[in-house]
């Protein structure tokens, strides 16, 4: 029989070096410039939406300098990441594959799902392999725990346009700000950026 989470000990098995790191040269417009990409654009005559298709592009497509954002569900939109020492568990599952796969991530981890955006840093970065080890990692974690909680079986992706990252950036950090859960989206402890400064980052893509 699955049993509830014991965040007791989550808070002694977790993994090592959860601390997110921070990047000391990455407040350069110039840097930014650099992963100007080509994506999808927002639909005409109205606010740009980052919900999409999961029907995914070609791999190729998800690997060099590209910004890509995801998002992963949980299966049947249990509400499950309500605890920071959770999600600091998944946070630790996932720093290690954006470190391995070459990219940069800010993330928001709301109740029932997770929005990651992700950055290619070099032409070896692979942002759809490191998310799917993340969810592969964490879903195997999750059932050798005996919680009764899983991803769902697929999950959503869209490339972002270098005009759209201000935008799609601050919709995801909203999105507990929509949802009711705090005034501003500062106030949400499940928020939190791998490999930059997210307030940094903020300056550098300009207002909405």
């Known amino acids: 029989m699955n049993q509830p989470v014991n965040l007791t000990r989550l808070a002694v098995r977790r993994k090592p070096e959860l601390s997110l790191f921070k990047s000391q040269s990455w407040a350069t417009e110039s840097l930014l410039l650099k992963h100007v990409v080509a994506g999808f654009s927002p639909r005409s005559g109205g606010p740009i939406s980052v919900g999409t298709k999961h029907h995914r592009l070609p791999r190729e497509h998800y690997q060099g300098r590209v910004w890509v954002s995801f998002t992963l569900c949980i299966e049947g939109r249990k509400r499950f990441f309500t605890d920071k020492t959770l999600v600091e568990v998944f946070v630790g599952f996932l720093k290690p594959v954006a470190e391995r796969h070459d ?44 919680i009764s909680v899983c991803w769902q079986k697929s999950f959503y992706d869209r490339i972002v346009r270098s005009r759209q990252l201000g935008q799609v950036v601050r919709y995801v950090l909203d999105n507990p700000v929509r949802a009711g859960l705090v005034a501003q989206w500062r106030e949400y402890p499940f928020i939190g950026a791998i490999g930059l400064d997210l307030e940094t980052f903020l300056e550098v893509v300009g207002p909405d």
Request: net charge negative; hydrophobic share 40%.
């Open 103 to 146: 990219f940069r991530a800010i993330y928001c981890f709301m109740p029932d799902h997770l929005h990651v955006i992700s950055m290619g840093q070099s032409s070896k970065s692979d942002v759809l392999l490191g998310i799917e080890e993340f969810k592969q990692a964490s879903g195997y974690w999750l059932e050798t725990e005996g």
